[in-house]
């Protein structure tokens, strides 16, 4: 059984490192987990999400880019709302869960249940949590494990990935 293990784990090492060769377009999308699966009504062609949404949302929404730190509006956002989707619109954080985590990216300790679908990601070759919309499976960031109590747990989120609707226009 560990030897199953060991290699298992030097396979996912092995499959990481290849893929990020070859870059991401050539990895698979993503199998969601511990949500929702997602929502078979937004699964649109790449034309349609391209006419949806502006090139830096898409690259990071569909091809799983990342933005420059430090550039997102809604790293400073304090005002009381809810984080959405850019892509769907479907509700993932609330603002009560938002900490400044000194990464340049909005950061937050919990999502709201069912918003969020993670994947083990290997493209930097060690193994990440990458999560998406469980809606329709845009890219979102990764979660890590030195966030601030309750969870502990910093889900550092690409701002251009977001949409901020706040408290007072609901």
């Known amino acids: 059984?560990?030897?199953n293990a060991v290699f298992l784990s030097r396979r996912s090492l092995l499959l990481g490192s290849i893929a990020g060769a070859f870059g991401s377009s050539w990895w698979p999308r993503p199998v969601l987990a511990a949500?929702?699966?997602?929502?078979a009504s937004w699964d649109l062609s790449a034309?349609?999400?391209?006419?949806?949404?502006s090139?830096?949302?898409?690259?990071?929404?569909?091809?799983?880019?990342?933005?420059?730190?430090?550039?997102?509006?809604?790293?400073?956002?304090?005002?009381?709302g809810t984080f959405h989707?850019?892509?769907?619109?479907?509700?993932?954080?609330?603002?009560?869960?938002?900490?400044?985590?000194?990464?340049?990216?909005?950061?937050?300790?919990?999502?709201?249940?069912?918003?969020?679908?993670?994947?083990?990601?290997?493209?930097?070759?060690?193994?990440?949590?990458e999560y998406h919309c469980s809606r329709c499976g845009g890219h979102q960031g990764h979660v890590f494990n030195d966030g601030p109590r309750p969870t502990g747990k910093r889900y550092c989120n690409n701002g251009v990935a977001l949409v901020f609707r706040p408290a007072d226009s609901v």
Not at 35 to 39: H, L, N, V
Request: charged fraction near 25%.
């Open 1 to 3: 059984m560990a030897l």
């Open 55 to 80: 090139p830096e949302a898409y690259d990071v929404l569909r091809n799983e880019g990342t933005e420059r730190p430090f550039t997102s509006p809604l790293n400073d956002e304090k005002r009381s």
């Open 35 to 39: 949500s929702k699966a997602t929502d």
């Open 47 to 53: 034309e349609q999400w391209r006419q949806r949404l």
């Open 85 to 129: 989707c850019a892509g769907c619109d479907q509700p993932l954080f609330s603002s009560e869960a938002k900490f400044d985590s000194g990464t340049g990216w909005p950061s937050f300790w919990q999502p709201l249940q069912g918003g969020i679908a993670t994947k083990v990601d290997f493209k930097l070759i060690i193994p990440r949590t």
